[in-house]
């Protein structure tokens, strides 16, 4: 494995659906599931360690990824992208030993800093500095090692009041945090992130993303799973987009995360996409998306506007659950990944809002936005919960045109920007 650090070979997990494959692991645990079985079931009872196939040959597991396959250079920052269910964390789990993968292998050469998912990790009756040397020692590295990077890690973190408490005591953002720092301070050879940093509040995820850079300069190799794709254009000279448990691109970062943005709204009329169920619609903590609409001044739906023209941007979103103070964020990338600006519903509801749907109406007015693509990126929130949906891509739209200055003015300028500015010009002598 000369200069590569991690190599996958057809890579795959399968997982059990209903009762079949049933594995005991104690005498408790075989008496108590053999019981139920026996009652709910009708089925036998069986020796320990047995198993009944309760399912068709056809519909007892599915494949949550499957043939991945790649070879990942030291040094490397690669993001993994792609839709929920798709297998991102699936894999992640496999390269770290936390799960077993059903066929194929993986080489990964160096010690492995994994942040995947709130708390992984952390002992709960442990406080958080005892959690430090733990996952420290866990990694390989000496007592002394951990101490010179330990003041570091709480800095970091921001948790210093809180260092001597157990962590079963921490919300999820400071266990975040403080998994954060750890996985980065540490200093493991293979550092593996999954979208945990959405649990954090916008300035912490800043730090976090710069952390990551810092990381990567280093030459540590980095795997980077993450529904932010300005992040993985800025921060990743690779992505690997995974769908369906499977393996579709792998390639320059730019170029794979323009391919997944096309994809990710095919199957909807342009400039706008819907989810009709909840299966398919994104959402958690008792909010869902139901549509997202760009719209010209007139109405007409669109992914194509005159940069002269207002654009209405509609946001469609069911609420399941009360909140106090919901809000909807809309942010606006480049093609680039670069952030152009965000804004949040100037009505913010400080009552409570109970379940129904809502629309939440952006207009961007013309004369704004400089010509070329942009992104969509839509989240929900609110004080009590910060983040109810995390902020994800969704839609991308283009703006032409040269703002009416003649048909010899260039129609692209640099920067995000251009507006049209009123200017006074006068004779002062």
Same mark, same amino acid.
């Given at each position: 494995?000369?200069?590569? &650090? ?17 594995? !005991? ?18 089925? +036998?009872?069986? +020796? ?42 699936? %894999? ?44 420290? &020692? ?7 090692? *951990? ?18 408490? +157990? ?11 403080? &998994?954060?720092?750890?996985? !980065? ?6 550092? $593996? ?10 300035? $912490?995820?800043?730090?976090? %993303? ?51 943005? !096309?994809? =990710? ?39 194509? $506007? ?9 946001? *469609? ?5 009360? $909140? ?15 952030? =152009? ?10 009552? @409570? ?17 400089? !010509? ?15 983040? *109810? ?6 839609? @991308?739209?283009?703006? @032409? ?8 003015? +260039? ?19």
């Amino acid at each position: 494995m000369n200069g590569i &650090a991690i190599r996958a070979e057809r890579l795959g997990k399968r997982y059990w659906i209903g009762q079949r494959r049933e594995v !005991a692991t104690t005498l408790r645990d075989s008496i108590g599931r053999l019981f139920h079985r026996s009652l709910k079931n009708k089925n +036998p009872i069986l +020796p320990l360690g047995w198993s009944v196939n309760t399912s068709s040959e056809h519909e007892d597991f599915i494949w949550a990824l499957r043939n991945a396959s790649f070879e990942i250079k030291k040094g490397e920052v690669v993001g993994i992208i792609g839709p929920n269910g798709a297998g991102k964390s699936t %894999l992640l789990k496999m390269l770290s030993r936390i799960i077993e993968p059903t066929e194929g292998r993986a080489e990964i050469r160096g010690r492995v800093g994994s942040l995947l998912e709130v708390g992984t990790g952390f002992h709960p009756e442990l406080t958080g500095r005892e959690n430090v040397f733990l996952n420290g &020692a866990i990694l390989g590295m000496k007592k002394g090692e *951990i101490k010179a990077k330990f003041d570091d890690i709480v800095t970091f973190s921001g948790v210093e009041k809180f260092i001597d408490t +157990p962590v079963k005591h921490y919300s999820s953002g400071m266990n975040v945090r403080l &998994a954060f720092a750890v996985a !980065a301070h540490l200093e493991p050879e293979n550092l $593996f992130i999954d979208e945990v940093l959405a649990v954090g509040d916008a300035g $912490f995820q800043k730090k976090c %993303l710069r952390k990551i850079g810092e990381v990567a300069g280093e030459g540590r190799t980095v795997l980077f799973v993450s529904h932010n794709m300005g992040a993985v254009r800025s921060l990743c000279d690779r992505a690997i987009l995974i769908e369906q448990g499977g393996m579709v691109l792998d390639g320059e970062a730019s170029e794979v995360v323009s391919s997944y943005l !096309a994809s =990710a709204v095919s199957g909807a009329s342009e400039g706008e996409i819907t989810w009709k169920s909840d299966e398919e619609a994104p959402g958690e903590h008792g909010v869902k998306l139901r549509a997202i609409q760009l719209k010209q001044e007139d109405g007409t739906i669109s992914s194509v $506007f005159d940069v002269e023209k207002a654009i209405r941007i509609e946001i *469609i979103y069911e609420v399941k659950a009360s $909140f106090i103070g919901l809000r909807v964020r809309l942010g606006l990338l480049t093609s680039m990944g670069e952030m =152009a600006f965000q804004s949040v519903d100037k009505n913010v509801r400080r009552d @409570t809002v109970t379940p129904g749907r809502y629309r939440s109406t952006c207009i961007i007015p013309g004369n704004l936005l400089n !010509a070329g693509e942009y992104i969509v990126r839509v989240g929900v929130g609110s004080p009590e919960m910060k983040r *109810i949906l995390p902020d994800r891509e969704y839609l @991308t739209f283009q703006t @032409t045109g040269a703002f009416g200055y003649g048909a010899k003015h +260039p129609e692209k300028w640099p920067g995000v920007v251009r507006p049209k500015l009123d200017w006074v010009i006068e004779s002062i002598q």
